[in-house]
């Protein structure tokens, strides 16, 4: 089965609610998790697809208890102590926090505006030959799983899987989260916006012209 | 190609959630965690206060609206768009963290995109800022992937038949901008004037640009 995070075209989530674009914040706390949750991850200990990662691993009731900047920062903790940086003891207050040999890399205020403007570019040069042209009929994988690891991450999502659309676009090459979520190597490999029929995907969609695009690595397709 | 489970790398995360050593309630979870990281010489509270000044007071959905503007206004900057729209941006100073990599998409009497991101909250920050708190709801990710129309009803948009409904399922590091249609009568209009009509919701898709009445 997939984990908790995968939730598009689930039923049952009720009406959505409009807000102003004047409110960023919804609570004193959530800039600052923001903030530090990026802080944290420019001490270059983990990338964006262990992150991801990291939060779709929370328990599934607290997934869905927990609001947007409390699941960063439980991924946050998380991380930090998997890779050793804080100790458990640290957390939970028993001890004193001790000065990190990771000090050297905290980010400062000076280089705040130069790591948010360089980001964090996704595409790679690749072996990989792109398979797929534009309008190509392809399929993607019948399950919604990692291939290389049990129960590890992946972006192609349960609803899309198993269903046939055609390449809209071609992306280039980029890294694979598949492989680099669970730190076995960038492994880029083409990527494509794919178009699917909402009649592939849903049972009762809406409008015979509807349609959904994912992006999704050449390896979660295959030709038809 | 399924893996044999025996020899497969497994996941650890399951098993220990070490989060849960930290106090429960979010705002002492938060301050706990940057007391220990700034004790710890890993995190400088200094640095902190310029991120938050930068998301609350100068990357927001203004930016995106001066792009809905210009393309709306210069046929060339929206060829630009077209061809690279990462060039384009780049040029207006719109680039870094969560807008790598940017595909603009037109809304035409044919075609309504709408951008969310299923599997968790992928938004084009550089041009939009902060996602607004429905974005990043269960409601909107379950949802809007399969009755995009009843999730614009919420949202007040109603679409006409001859319009079909394109959602974007932002998986990979790729960020979508759409650029609503302009309306009638905003002719020979400026810059600016065009920029106040444009609504963060547009940009995403759950919202239509209407000159007031």
Known sequence: MSRVHDMGGRFGDGPIVPESEDVIFHADWHPRALALTLAAGSLGQWNIDVSRHARECLAPKDYAAFSYYEKWIAGVADMLVERGVVTPAELSGACDAQISDLATKKLTADQVAGVLARGGP???????????????????????????????????????????????????????????????????????????????????????????????????LEAV | MQGNLWFMPHDTHDHDHPHALLPPQPALRVKALETILTQKGLVDPAALDVIIDTYENKIGPRNGAHVVAKAWREPEFLDALRTDADAALLELGYYGRQGEHMVVVENTPQMHNLVVCTLCSCYPWPLLGIPPGWYKSDAYRARVVREPRAVLADFDVRLPDETAVRVWDSTAEVRYLVLPMRPAGTEGWSEQALMDLVSRD???????????V
């Open chain 1, 122 to 220: 996704a595409d790679r040069d690749s072996a990989v030959a792109q398979a797929f042209q534009i309008g190509d009929a392809v399929m993607t994988r019948r399950i919604a799983q990692n291939v290389l690891v049990a129960g590890g991450h992946t972006r192609l999502p349960m609803y899309a899987a198993g269903a046939k659309g055609k390449i809209l676009r071609y992306h280039g090459t980029h890294v694979l989260p598949d492989s680099n979520a669970h730190r076995l190597g960038e492994a880029p490999e083409p990527l494509y916006a794919v178009v699917f029929p909402a009649s592939e995907l849903w049972q009762h969609p809406e409008h015979p012209r509807d349609e959904v695009v994912l992006d999704l690595w050449q390896s979660y």
């Open chain 2, 202 to 212: 547009s940009m995403i898709g759950t919202g239509v640009v209407q000159v007031p």
